[in-house]
């Protein structure tokens, strides 16, 4: 872990970003809140291209089909998310975009060429007719979908790589301002085939998503650009040139975000296992979609790491400490209040048993909601000083002790329905969050002993 600190390009200084004053509690809030209400309005994206398809002929045809899709869609824009955090972490001057824009184009190409591979070769019907298991009938109306989103990853990868400039020079409302522009027009294309009765599959929800991306990237590109040639040419002290050094800092986190991958797939199918299996997945599914909106408004704590603890680290911590017991209280606020019980019954039609049996997953949740907010603040130290092969570790050490306590609960106690889901991810954020904390720590004695070391040794 040394050896990789030694190696790696310095941490970005104060110097390295932007120009601005001594940041307070206020800028803070003024960078954090527009990237937390961006995260928040996706939900909505998927409330418009499920209303739209809801107008087809046969809307669940065109819904399941758009429901493969998107899971093959979610395996493909990993690499592209992880451009975001990457490029912020990254990027302060033109040579170090240089370097992150070639980087980005090499994973665009690679996304069409496999997006190619699918759509226009036998390989799209073997995954998935063979892996997915899909009805035959259904394969036409995947592979149509699928050829527009192969197209919302490239969309993808250029909005995150202007996301990434735009976060670092400290300009998140235009992260907002891309969001809504995006859900007009997706309001206003869904409200045309809706009109026009040509709501005939589920290519027209991949159309909407596809033109949606195209939209917000386009908006992120005309500021993300202008930002981008305002940069000085060169940080001597920054030391990020080449694409060896993007390439040495991302390829971590791209090939951590994949480990964790056997989660999710697992835990529904042991669901599965429980005494009451409908009941166990239905309401474990309602209280994540919940708890998914609360916390997607917490997810961009790192960025609060990379981007003003180098200047100010106390203002940092005591941001921290402010923001990070909101998730699991406002989760626990539903969870044991009324008001839980209101929004699942008024809001979301829920009714007869599926009702409490939520409201308790949801208390769970109330947990996970108190370790997320710390792993993303330690996630965001360790892109800070370069030590993203940790991800690695912690990715492990989620997927295993996920796993681990998965199949005890299942095994032991299956009365506990669909209250073992987020005890589960509860296990496995804890995991990971003990291996950040050792890694920051060990990464901590090293800097202070390297420091304490004569000179010349």
């Not at 600190?5 to 003024?30: C, E, H, Q, V, W």
């Not at 981008?228 to 791209?254: D, Q, W």
């Not at 209101?342 to 769970?364: H, I, N, Q």
Request: positive net charge; hydrophobic residues 55%.
């Amino acid at each position: 872990m040394g050896e990789a600190a030694a190696t790696a390009p310095k941490p970005a200084t104060a110097a390295a970003g932007p120009k601005t004053n001594a940041p307070t509690m206020g800028s803070l809030m003024r960078f954090f809140v527009p990237l937390g209400f961006a995260a928040c309005l996706v939900s909505v994206t998927h409330f418009i291209i499920n209303a739209t398809l809801t107008k087809a002929a046969h809307p669940e045809l065109a819904i399941a089909a758009y429901a493969i899709c998107s899971s093959l869609f979610g395996l493909t824009e990993r690499p592209a998310v992880l451009v975001r955090q990457t490029c912020s972490a990254l990027v302060r001057d033109r040579v170090s975009f240089r370097a992150m824009s070639g980087v980005t184009w090499m994973l665009i190409a690679a996304t069409v060429a496999f997006g190619a591979l699918v759509c226009y070769t036998p390989f799209g019907a073997f995954v998935f007719r063979d892996l997915y298991g899909v009805d035959p009938k259904l394969l036409p109306a995947i592979l149509i979908g699928y050829q527009f989103f192969m197209w919302v990853s490239v969309f993808s990868a250029l909005r995150c790589l202007y996301h990434g400039v735009i976060i670092s020079q400290m300009r998140t409302k235009w992260v907002t301002i891309g969001m809504i522009v995006r859900l007009a027009g997706m309001f206003a294309i869904s409200q045309y085939f809706i009109r026009t009765g040509g709501v005939s599959g589920a290519w027209v929800g991949a159309l909407l998503f596809a033109a949606g991306m195209l939209i917000e990237a386009a908006v992120c590109y005309w500021e993300g650009r202008t930002l981008a040639r305002g940069m000085p040419e060169r940080i001597e002290e920054h030391g990020v040139t080449s694409k060896r050094h993007i390439f040495a800092f991302y390829r971590p986190l791209l090939f951590s975000s994949f480990i964790v991958l056997a989660v999710a797939p697992t835990l529904n199918a042991l669901l599965g296992r429980t005494v009451d299996v409908e009941l166990s997945i239905a309401s474990f599914a309602v209280a994540s979609s919940v708890f998914n909106v609360i916390m997607s408004v917490f997810t961009y704590i790192h960025q609060i790491v990379l981007n003003f603890y180098p200047t100010s680290p106390r203002l940092v911590f005591r941001f921290q400490r402010l923001v990070a017991f909101a998730p699991g209280l406002l989760t626990a606020a539903l969870a044991f209040t009324p008001a839980g019980a209101f929004v699942l019954e008024s809001w979301m039609g829920l009714t007869g048993r599926l009702l409490p049996a939520s409201l308790d997953v949801l208390k769970c949740f109330a947990l996970l909601g108190l370790l997320l907010p710390w792993v993303d603040f330690g996630n965001g130290f360790l892109m800070l000083f370069r030590r993203t092969h940790v991800f690695m570790w912690s990715q492990t050490a989620n997927t295993v002790a996920s796993l681990t306590v998965l199949v005890l609960l299942v095994a032991l106690l299956p009365s506990w329905n669909g209250v073992i889901g987020p005890l589960v991810l509860a296990a496995g954020s804890a995991g990971e969050l003990a291996v950040v904390a050792f890694a920051l720590y060990r990464a901590r004695w090293e800097i202070g002993w390297a420091k304490r070391k004569p000179a010349g040794r």
